[in-house]
């Protein structure tokens, strides 16, 4: 059984850091597309950053130069660096993977970000 287990959230004042890290757990499964989104209350769901297995990414345009996608394949971890935080970046935020060969997504539990100004 899969399952995603997210870390790093957390409380930060305007113009700090935080890294979350999604770790896959399950043997003998590799992913491919990973990324991290976020939701506000009574708001859609929406992509922060994404990369693929390769290492390319891509990023919302409100998180450009602040948010940085990394992987480590070996160890089926997602992280996202965000720098310079502002209180409109408090939210939830979500893990998610697309298992290769199936194509199957799943998702962590969410991980609350609280920016203070």
């Known amino acids: 059984q899969v399952q995603l287990v997210e870390s790093g959230g957390g409380l930060v004042q305007a113009g700090g850091s935080l890294r979350l890290s999604c770790a896959a757990s399950?043997?003998?499964?590799?992913?491919?597309?990973m990324a991290w989104y976020r939701q506000a209350p009574g708001a859609q769901r929406e992509l922060v950053a994404g990369?693929?297995?390769?290492?390319?990414?891509n990023y919302a345009d409100s998180v450009k130069g602040r948010f940085t996608i990394s992987r480590d394949n070996a160890k089926n971890t997602v992280y996202l660096q965000m720098n310079s935080l502002k209180p409109e970046d408090t939210t939830v935020y979500y893990c998610?993977?697309?298992?290769?060969?199936?194509?199957?997504?799943?998702w962590g539990q969410g991980t609350q970000v609280t920016v203070s100004s």
């Open positions: 998610n993977a697309v298992r290769r060969f199936t194509n199957y997504q799943y």
């Open positions: 399950g043997s003998g499964v590799s992913f491919g597309d």
């Open positions: 990369i693929t297995r390769d290492g390319r990414t």
